[in-house]
């Protein structure tokens, strides 16, 4: 690293790190306390609740599951009746895709991110905070509303006109729409953090081919968040939430309206949305990969640039999921061909971790596993979904057990089981403790054969003309045995899922504490001390190459002449990442949450009437006033 | 620790008040975020027009062209009113930066209200048929949109005057213009396809 | 897990079978890719590594070769699936379909279908509910259209999925190639009772079809016995009328389905219960418990009115 204001020789510059740190401390370190809670602002903290409020939801949703299985588990069921089953299958598509998918794939990049480059928070700490809030909110609201007997019931991406206003009857329906809202209003804020923060506050000497991969996987997936997530606020808001509450008539085809664009607009989201949670889930397979071959990835700008191709196809297909309702042909000869060729760009990252693996020394950690679940699970969930991107094999398939199969593989085997060998490959940099590696595996191989079971039979079903969604069936159909696997399976997952559980709490209370480096990777996360201090580093190393600790491990080149006295951080180039100039985050602060929070009420109170829209950007308008309202001196000096 | 080499950045300037800022390119990202928002708007317009033969549909009175037009002059000339104020934010000018701000929010409420006199000449609401609705959510989200900046950019008014306006503030100043140029920049198409499309495109 | 009646698996319709040709096209060279796949990433954990850290450039040079190999054999391996489901798609597509086809009207209600077969003759247009019979060997044209939310028709073992729309119409085409009996099902989401809402597509040699057609064009059969004359009273005086229409009598409602010819069915509540007196006993009385929240309103009936109203309903052949 030859950095024209790096000092190479000279008398060596003498500093006091143990000041240094205090000094930091004072700095970076939220408020304490109950009240002091709603302040935080650092990326750890934000990050740890954005994980821990998705799996609590994980839980939630996968309860849903179990139930749905116990109602299926043999024909002619008494367990649920059918307005009990329609909502409990809307809210665990909801709960999973909306309440634990995307925000704990958020929440794992709020954490990682900033570590990862080298640098100490997000470009935006209190609008990350205000993100946050708003998903918690949004989640509380659902759950409240169906707790109160609102309970949406028109499946998870309800369609119109069954969700219409002439259909659907009470709330549901209407806190279903608002809560996609506030959900979409957090993907966003993290979508714009993440992006800004990956271009703006890398480590000196970070240049674009430098960059982790599972960094340049969450940049293509913020800006597919940031061109994806509008559209559904259209759909659910725009077009449902008005007509069902001011009386618009988007999908009301009395008055010009059209079901049809409804499915146009949502699933013009609902398709990247897919991605969204699958290319955060590549990136930890890759950061895995890496530390447990010893190697660096295989192939880094085939995989960044298929992600990146990937991310510009994934918006080419919304079409697939909408063959029956019968569309011209030559549109459908399109779309065919372009959700199959997404099938390339999938299989190159595939081939790629393939070689890695093949010509690395293979160390199977508890993490690892989860890697190797992910190639088996994830490439059948993608090769039943080159099938399904044929016509003729998707009306035959489309909306049965099949498609559930086929989903469930791909957001299991494709999202979940790497997000799970995140979970154990990090868990000791955020908790500062070891986990353990045998309840690691014992939980893996129970999801893994638990999972198959469950959902393997799903095929056969489907293709012997099991629907989704229907709460029972015949006997006379064939379908008794398939379905009675697949609650067994779930009761396999469902045990995988408690052994997982037992064994993080156990490793949470073990004396065994981590080391800054335990797996010996080479991302700049693994440098600090495990867990990392408020401020990530007191020094922030400069980078010369691509796995910064394996070239060296004490990373003796380091950022000095910050200031300690405010949260300062560095700006560097887009491309090479020369520094450029320091710039000075806000302090911990409690205006984002009261402003989620007038935002929130403004919300909750819109599914009753349209004025308290008003009402909410009155009291968000607040909150934004005393969230950027300066306090002299320290927020006005240069 | 030793560190063998170090890079002292203590001699690099603390803020910049440029296109290179953090915050702009946050702000720059939230227009996107906005501008798809209101392309999605758009193609749906396009997809209920050419669904029908009729538009707008029977019974509603065209939109009249010339409020709607001669409003443009202040907003367009609003802009003027950001540029002025982020000029005066990079030289650290207090005086050019309130000048700006308040001919911004000024010309802009005179916008407003030609659009509001407009709206009283409209013969449908949101409920009365698609094409109501369509246009009625156009012109509710960008007027809303320019109610919120309006009220950043009185917010910043206050923090110029009360003399609380440090770099970051002065940043504040410069990234609020971002917004503006996207609203002023985007009410341009919505323009012609609201009031020009239904005079453009005849009826079938 | 063997097929069944609604089993895509075991094809007797021109679409299903070329489908599940198709099928086999795609599961095959899948299948071997995957096992491919899995293979080289098992072997990768046990293999014995000569080497460790950085790999040497010519193992990276092979591994790119590979790679690139393995990408451009994928490329190739789409183009043939590509190629091959686009063909089957236009074989079954509406511009594939032979003329003389014959034009069924299906529309879809919560929870039940309405069958209309169209004619251009008036007095030659058949309706019946939840129950389609075809003749073997012709084509079929179904006209998809929806009185209320957006339902799928598909019959497995025949044809594939068209969505029922309000305010559009959907079409698709078959042609039956084996007698037998199809159970077909909703297969969009429409609401509480969409499990319950199934029906039957018999397929049947020309001959018994058109006896089937001549005995559906006819109004209903005039109730024989006492017993069947009291039913018929008690149908009609009781809210059944409003919703149901007996051709033949003044029953003209148009908010359920047809009863007609009802004795003539498989089945009743859309595919729910298999048609006899005692499950037709059990749904008049009580439909919300058979099939909860659908439409069909329980009628408060007198002891004695029962029998004679099944009496009645049994003697619509």
Redesign the interface.
């Given at each position: 690293?030859t950095?024209p204001?790096?000092?190479?020789a000279g008398p060596?510059?003498v500093w006091d790190?143990q000041q240094d740190r205090e000094a930091l401390a004072r700095t970076w370190h939220d408020p304490e306390g109950f009240l002091g809670w709603f302040y935080a602002t650092t990326h750890q903290a934000i990050g740890k609740r954005y994980i821990l409020t998705a799996f609590l939801f994980l839980l939630a949703g996968g309860v849903e599951a179990l139930l749905m299985r116990i109602q299926l588990a043999r024909p002619e069921n008494h367990f649920l009746?059918?307005?009990r089953y329609?909502q409990i299958f809307t809210m665990h598509g909801t709960t999973m895709m909306f309440l634990f998918a995307v925000p704990v794939m958020e929440g794992m990049a709020v954490y990682l991110v900033p570590l990862m480059l080298g640098t100490r928070n997000v470009?935006?700490p209190r609008?990350n905070a205000f993100g946050y809030w708003m998903y918690v909110m949004g989640g509380i609201f659902l759950y409240a509303n169906a707790a109160t007997g609102a309970m949406p019931d028109?499946?998870w991406f309800a369609?119109t006109?069954?969700s219409g206003p002439?259909?659907s009857f009470g709330k549901g329906v209407d806190a279903w729409a608002q809560m996609i809202t506030f959900t979409e209003i957090s993907a966003?804020c993290v979508?714009?953090?993440i992006?800004?923060?990956t271009?703006?506050?890398r480590a000196?000497g970070m240049s674009l081919n430098r960059i982790p991969l599972y960094c340049w996987s969450m940049l293509i997936q913020s800006f597919m968040v940031?061109?994806a997530?509008?559209?559904v606020?259209?759909a659910s808001t725009?077009m449902l939430l008005?007509d069902r509450t001011?009386?618009?008539?988007?999908v009301?085809?009395?008055?010009?309206?059209?079901?049809?664009?409804y499915q146009?607009?949502f699933w013009?989201f609902g398709h990247p949305e897919v991605y969204i949670i699958f290319l955060p889930a590549l990136g930890f397979i890759s950061a895995i990969v890496e530390a447990n071959t010893?190697?660096?990835v295989?192939?880094y700008p085939?995989l960044v640039l298929s992600q990146v191709a990937t991310g510009f196809i994934a918006f080419g297909l919304w079409v697939h999921h909408m063959f029956?309702?019968?569309l011209p042909?030559i549109g459908?000869?399109y779309f065919?061909?372009a959700s199959?060729?997404i099938?390339?760009t999938t299989?190159?990252q595939?081939?790629?971790w393939?070689?890695t693996?093949?010509?690395?020394?293979?160390r199977?950690t508890a993490a690892m596993h989860f890697v190797?679940g992910f190639?088996?699970i994830f490439?059948?969930g993608g090769?039943?979904g080159?099938?399904l991107?044929?016509?003729?094999?998707?009306?035959?398939?489309?909306?049965?057990y099949f498609v559930v199969a086929h989903f469930h593989y791909v957001l299991i085997g494709g999202a979940l089981f790497p997000l799970f060998g995140a979970f154990h490959h990090w868990f000791p940099k955020i908790t500062g403790r070891m986990i353990g590696e045998r309840l690691g595996k014992l939980s893996f191989w129970l999801l893994f054969i638990g999972f198959n079971t469950t959902f393997f039979?799903m095929h056969?079903?489907g293709?012997?003309?099991?629907?989704?969604?229907?709460?029972?069936?015949p006997a006379?159909?064939?379908?008794a045995?398939?379905n009675m696997i697949a609650t067994v399976g779930a009761m396999i997952i469902a045990l995988g899922g408690v052994v997982f559980i037992v064994n993080a709490i156990a490793s949470l209370r073990s004396s065994v504490s981590a080391a800054p480096n335990p797996w010996n990777a080479p991302s700049l996360e693994w440098s600090v001390e495990s867990p990392p201090p408020d401020w990530g580093f007191t020094?922030q190393p400069?980078v010369s190459s691509r796995s910064p600790l394996w070239a060296d491990p004490?990373?003796?080149?380091?950022?000095?002449?910050?200031?300690n006295d405010r949260r300062?951080i560095?700006?560097t180039g887009v491309a090479e990442a020369e520094?450029?100039?320091?710039?000075?985050l806000p302090a911990a602060s409690l205006w984002p949450f009261l402003a989620a929070l007038g935002i929130s009420i403004g919300f909750t109170g819109s599914i009753f009437a349209f004025s308290w829209y008003y009402v909410g950007?009155f009291l968000g308008?607040l909150g934004?006033?005393g969230w950027?309202?300066?306090r002299?001196p320290k927020?006005?000096?240069? | 620790?030793?560190?063998?080499?170090?890079?002292?950045?203590?001699?690099?300037?603390?803020?910049?008040i440029s296109n290179?800022?953090?915050?702009w390119?946050?702000q720059l990202?939230?227009a996107?975020?906005?501008g798809?928002?209101f392309c999605?708007?758009i193609a749906?317009y396009f997809?209920?027009r050419i669904?029908?033969d009729v538009w707008p549909?029977p019974g509603v009175k065209p939109l009249g062209l010339t409020l709607p037009t001669v409003a443009l002059i202040p907003l367009i000339l609003s802009a003027g009113g950001s540029y002025a104020a982020t000029e005066g934010a990079k030289r650290d000018d207090r005086r050019l930066m309130l000048a700006g701000l308040t001919a911004n929010i000024l010309l802009a409420i005179v916008f407003l209200v030609l659009r509001f006199i407009e709206w009283r000449t409209f013969n449908f609401t949101?409920?009365s048929?698609?094409?109501?609705?369509?246009v009625?959510?156009i012109l509710f989200?960008h007027t809303?949109d320019v109610i919120?900046d309006l009220?950043?950019t009185a917010?910043l008014i206050g923090?110029v005057a009360d003399g609380?306006?440090?770099?970051?503030?002065r940043l504040?100043v410069h990234v609020d213009s971002v917004l503006w140029y996207f609203l002023v920049l985007i009410w341009l198409p919505f323009y012609v396809v609201v009031y020009w499309g239904p005079r453009l495109v005849g009826s079938r | 897990?063997?097929?069944?009646?609604?089993?895509?698996?075991d094809a007797a319709g021109s679409?299903?079978r070329?489908?599940g040709h198709?099928?086999w096209l795609?599961?095959i060279p899948?299948?071997i890719?995957?096992v491919i796949?899995?293979a080289?990433?098992?072997?990768?954990?046990f293999?014995k590594?000569r080497e460790?850290?950085?790999?040497a450039v010519e193992?990276?040079r092979g591994?790119?070769r590979?790679?690139t190999g393995?990408?451009v054999l994928?490329?190739v391996i789409?183009l043939g699936?590509?190629a091959v489901?686009?063909s089957?798609?236009?074989a079954?597509?509406d511009?594939a379909m032979p003329r003389n086809a014959l034009t069924i009207e299906v529309t879809g209600n919560?929870w039940w279908w309405s069958v209309r077969y169209l004619n251009d003759d008036a007095s030659l247009i058949v309706t019946t509910a939840n129950e389609i019979h075809v003749p073997v060997g012709r084509p079929i044209l179904i006209r998809g259209v929806s009185a209320?939310?957006?339902h799928?028709f598909?019959v497995?073992g025949l044809i594939?999925?068209?969505?029922l729309?309000?305010?559009?119409v959907?079409?698709?085409w078959f042609t039956a190639e084996r007698e037998g009996n199809y159970?077909g099902?909703?297969?969009?989401?429409?609401?509480?009772?969409?499990?319950h809402m199934a029906m039957w597509v018999v397929a049947e040699s020309p001959a018994r079809f058109q006896a089937w057609m001549n005995a559906q064009l006819g109004d209903s059969a005039n109730p024989v016995t006492p017993a069947e004359q009291q039913g018929q009273k008690v149908f009609l005086e009781h809210a059944c009328a409003l919703c149901h229409t007996i051709r033949g009598t003044t029953a003209n409602g148009q908010v359920a389905p047809d009863l007609t010819h009802l004795a003539s069915r498989l089945t009743i509540a859309a595919g729910t219960l298999p048609n006899n007196r005692g499950n037709l006993a059990g749904w008049i009385t009580d439909p919300q418990s058979i099939k909860?929240?659908n439409h069909m309103a329980t009628v408060p009936l007198a002891a004695e009115d029962l029998h004679p109203l099944l009496d009645y309903l049994g003697s619509l052949r």
């Amino acid at each position: 690293m030859t950095h024209p204001l790096v000092t190479p020789a000279g008398p060596p510059r003498v500093w006091d790190e143990q000041q240094d740190r205090e000094a930091l401390a004072r700095t970076w370190h939220d408020p304490e306390g109950f009240l002091g809670w709603f302040y935080a602002t650092t990326h750890q903290a934000i990050g740890k609740r954005y994980i821990l409020t998705a799996f609590l939801f994980l839980l939630a949703g996968g309860v849903e599951a179990l139930l749905m299985r116990i109602q299926l588990a043999r024909p002619e069921n008494h367990f649920l009746g059918p307005d009990r089953y329609n909502q409990i299958f809307t809210m665990h598509g909801t709960t999973m895709m909306f309440l634990f998918a995307v925000p704990v794939m958020e929440g794992m990049a709020v954490y990682l991110v900033p570590l990862m480059l080298g640098t100490r928070n997000v470009a935006f700490p209190r609008l990350n905070a205000f993100g946050y809030w708003m998903y918690v909110m949004g989640g509380i609201f659902l759950y409240a509303n169906a707790a109160t007997g609102a309970m949406p019931d028109a499946g998870w991406f309800a369609y119109t006109p069954l969700s219409g206003p002439q259909y659907s009857f009470g709330k549901g329906v209407d806190a279903w729409a608002q809560m996609i809202t506030f959900t979409e209003i957090s993907a966003l804020c993290v979508a714009v953090e993440i992006a800004v923060t990956t271009f703006r506050l890398r480590a000196p000497g970070m240049s674009l081919n430098r960059i982790p991969l599972y960094c340049w996987s969450m940049l293509i997936q913020s800006f597919m968040v940031i061109f994806a997530m509008p559209a559904v606020m259209v759909a659910s808001t725009v077009m449902l939430l008005n007509d069902r509450t001011i009386g618009t008539h988007f999908v009301n085809p009395a008055e010009g309206g059209d079901p049809i664009l409804y499915q146009h607009v949502f699933w013009f989201f609902g398709h990247p949305e897919v991605y969204i949670i699958f290319l955060p889930a590549l990136g930890f397979i890759s950061a895995i990969v890496e530390a447990n071959t010893k190697r660096e990835v295989f192939g880094y700008p085939a995989l960044v640039l298929s992600q990146v191709a990937t991310g510009f196809i994934a918006f080419g297909l919304w079409v697939h999921h909408m063959f029956a309702t019968g569309l011209p042909q030559i549109g459908e000869a399109y779309f065919t061909a372009a959700s199959m060729m997404i099938a390339v760009t999938t299989g190159i990252q595939i081939f790629c971790w393939l070689a890695t693996l093949w010509s690395g020394k293979v160390r199977m950690t508890a993490a690892m596993h989860f890697v190797f679940g992910f190639l088996f699970i994830f490439v059948m969930g993608g090769l039943t979904g080159v099938m399904l991107a044929s016509i003729p094999l998707d009306l035959q398939s489309h909306d049965t057990y099949f498609v559930v199969a086929h989903f469930h593989y791909v957001l299991i085997g494709g999202a979940l089981f790497p997000l799970f060998g995140a979970f154990h490959h990090w868990f000791p940099k955020i908790t500062g403790r070891m986990i353990g590696e045998r309840l690691g595996k014992l939980s893996f191989w129970l999801l893994f054969i638990g999972f198959n079971t469950t959902f393997f039979p799903m095929h056969i079903l489907g293709l012997n003309g099991m629907t989704r969604r229907i709460y029972t069936y015949p006997a006379s159909l064939g379908w008794a045995s398939g379905n009675m696997i697949a609650t067994v399976g779930a009761m396999i997952i469902a045990l995988g899922g408690v052994v997982f559980i037992v064994n993080a709490i156990a490793s949470l209370r073990s004396s065994v504490s981590a080391a800054p480096n335990p797996w010996n990777a080479p991302s700049l996360e693994w440098s600090v001390e495990s867990p990392p201090p408020d401020w990530g580093f007191t020094y922030q190393p400069v980078v010369s190459s691509r796995s910064p600790l394996w070239a060296d491990p004490a990373l003796r080149t380091v950022v000095t002449g910050m200031r300690n006295d405010r949260r300062e951080i560095m700006v560097t180039g887009v491309a090479e990442a020369e520094p450029q100039f320091r710039t000075v985050l806000p302090a911990a602060s409690l205006w984002p949450f009261l402003a989620a929070l007038g935002i929130s009420i403004g919300f909750t109170g819109s599914i009753f009437a349209f004025s308290w829209y008003y009402v909410g950007a009155f009291l968000g308008a607040l909150g934004m006033i005393g969230w950027f309202w300066p306090r002299p001196p320290k927020e006005i000096e240069p | 620790m030793s560190p063998a080499r170090t890079l002292d950045v203590s001699a690099l300037p603390p803020y910049e008040i440029s296109n290179r800022a953090p915050l702009w390119w946050g702000q720059l990202l939230m227009a996107v975020i906005e501008g798809s928002l209101f392309c999605v708007l758009i193609a749906m317009y396009f997809y209920y027009r050419i669904s029908v033969d009729v538009w707008p549909p029977p019974g509603v009175k065209p939109l009249g062209l010339t409020l709607p037009t001669v409003a443009l002059i202040p907003l367009i000339l609003s802009a003027g009113g950001s540029y002025a104020a982020t000029e005066g934010a990079k030289r650290d000018d207090r005086r050019l930066m309130l000048a700006g701000l308040t001919a911004n929010i000024l010309l802009a409420i005179v916008f407003l209200v030609l659009r509001f006199i407009e709206w009283r000449t409209f013969n449908f609401t949101w409920a009365s048929d698609i094409h109501g609705s369509i246009v009625w959510s156009i012109l509710f989200l960008h007027t809303f949109d320019v109610i919120a900046d309006l009220l950043m950019t009185a917010i910043l008014i206050g923090i110029v005057a009360d003399g609380r306006h440090g770099p970051k503030q002065r940043l504040g100043v410069h990234v609020d213009s971002v917004l503006w140029y996207f609203l002023v920049l985007i009410w341009l198409p919505f323009y012609v396809v609201v009031y020009w499309g239904p005079r453009l495109v005849g009826s079938r | 897990m063997m097929p069944g009646p609604q089993s895509s698996l075991d094809a007797a319709g021109s679409a299903a079978r070329v489908t599940g040709h198709l099928l086999w096209l795609f599961v095959i060279p899948l299948a071997i890719i995957f096992v491919i796949v899995v293979a080289i990433a098992v072997v990768a954990i046990f293999r014995k590594h000569r080497e460790s850290g950085r790999p040497a450039v010519e193992t990276e040079r092979g591994l790119t070769r590979m790679v690139t190999g393995a990408s451009v054999l994928t490329c190739v391996i789409l183009l043939g699936l590509i190629a091959v489901s686009v063909s089957t798609g236009k074989a079954i597509s509406d511009r594939a379909m032979p003329r003389n086809a014959l034009t069924i009207e299906v529309t879809g209600n919560q929870w039940w279908w309405s069958v209309r077969y169209l004619n251009d003759d008036a007095s030659l247009i058949v309706t019946t509910a939840n129950e389609i019979h075809v003749p073997v060997g012709r084509p079929i044209l179904i006209r998809g259209v929806s009185a209320d939310v957006i339902h799928s028709f598909w019959v497995p073992g025949l044809i594939g999925k068209r969505d029922l729309i309000p305010s559009r119409v959907t079409t698709e085409w078959f042609t039956a190639e084996r007698e037998g009996n199809y159970r077909g099902q909703c297969a969009e989401f429409c609401g509480l009772q969409h499990a319950h809402m199934a029906m039957w597509v018999v397929a049947e040699s020309p001959a018994r079809f058109q006896a089937w057609m001549n005995a559906q064009l006819g109004d209903s059969a005039n109730p024989v016995t006492p017993a069947e004359q009291q039913g018929q009273k008690v149908f009609l005086e009781h809210a059944c009328a409003l919703c149901h229409t007996i051709r033949g009598t003044t029953a003209n409602g148009q908010v359920a389905p047809d009863l007609t010819h009802l004795a003539s069915r498989l089945t009743i509540a859309a595919g729910t219960l298999p048609n006899n007196r005692g499950n037709l006993a059990g749904w008049i009385t009580d439909p919300q418990s058979i099939k909860p929240g659908n439409h069909m309103a329980t009628v408060p009936l007198a002891a004695e009115d029962l029998h004679p109203l099944l009496d009645y309903l049994g003697s619509l052949r």
